[in-house]
């Protein structure tokens, strides 16, 4: 089976640079997916990291350490609109999702 | 335009009144996934489908069913609902993997009386 946990809840502030982190257990590894969920919208795709390191796409990058179980997505450049959910989902024979971090970014 | 397509988006019911979510994709996606998302509980898996003809069991299959008899379809069947199956439900798809990026639909929110 697999286990994921990410922080529940974090606060940034627009401007700034946030990581959100996730570690997770499984029982194989195919990768790890980072997706963005706005309140009351489907989440959408934002990265997927089967190899280690950083993979940078815009103001966001998500980093993978295979060996450690763990990964983060970093905002840079804070926005408004980046207040949403932000899930973290792992990859083995099934994808498992976590339970998300709510992000709220004020000003 | 690609996308996942879910119906209804809103539905009261009562319990045991056999209902069906339906979802469609225009994609050509070979694997298909229902996922519930309820309140502290995240995203759980309710059944998926690598291919036509081909589903298997999630983390929370209990009370649902569904098939896949044509590539773009895979409805959610809930034979006789109850209460706790009250929720938001999410179809995905993805080209042909598991480890492939998912397109969700809209989302479904279901409430049994």
């Known amino acids: 089976g697999q286990n994921i946990d990410q922080p529940t809840e974090m606060t940034a502030t627009e401007g700034a640079i946030v990581q959100i982190n996730c570690t997770y257990q499984?029982?194989?590894?195919?990768?790890l997916f980072w997706y963005q969920q706005h309140a009351g919208e489907a989440p959408t795709f934002l990265s997927y990291?089967?190899?280690?390191g950083l993979e940078e796409k815009g103001r966001f990058s998500s980093f993978l350490s295979r060996s450690k179980g763990y990964s983060y997505l970093l905002l840079k450049e804070l926005q408004m609109k980046d207040s949403a959910s932000y899930l973290c989902?792992?990859?083995?024979?099934?994808?498992?999702f976590g339970t998300g971090t709510k992000l709220q970014v004020i000003p | 335009e690609a996308q996942v397509t879910q119906n209804p988006r809103y539905l009261i019911t009562v319990t045991g009144k056999k209902l069906t979510v339906t979802c469609s994709q225009n994609?050509?996606?070979?694997?298909m996934s229902w996922y519930r998302q309820d309140p502290g509980l995240g995203l759980r898996q309710i059944y998926y489908s690598m291919n036509v003809e081909v589903t298997d069991k999630g983390d929370v299959p209990e009370g649902y069913k569904v098939s896949r008899k044509e590539k773009r379809n895979f409805p959610l069947i809930l034979e006789s609902p109850s209460p706790n199956q009250t929720s938001l439900y999410f179809c995905?798809?993805?080209?042909?993997?598991?480890?492939?990026?998912?397109?969700f639909g809209e989302g479904s929110r279901l409430t049994v009386l």
């Open positions: 990291n089967v190899l280690d």
């Open positions: 499984t029982s194989g590894f195919n990768g």
């Open positions: 989902a792992a990859v083995d024979q099934k994808v498992t």
């Open positions: 994609m050509n996606h070979e694997y």
């Open positions: 995905a798809s993805s080209l042909d993997s598991i480890a492939g990026e998912l397109f």
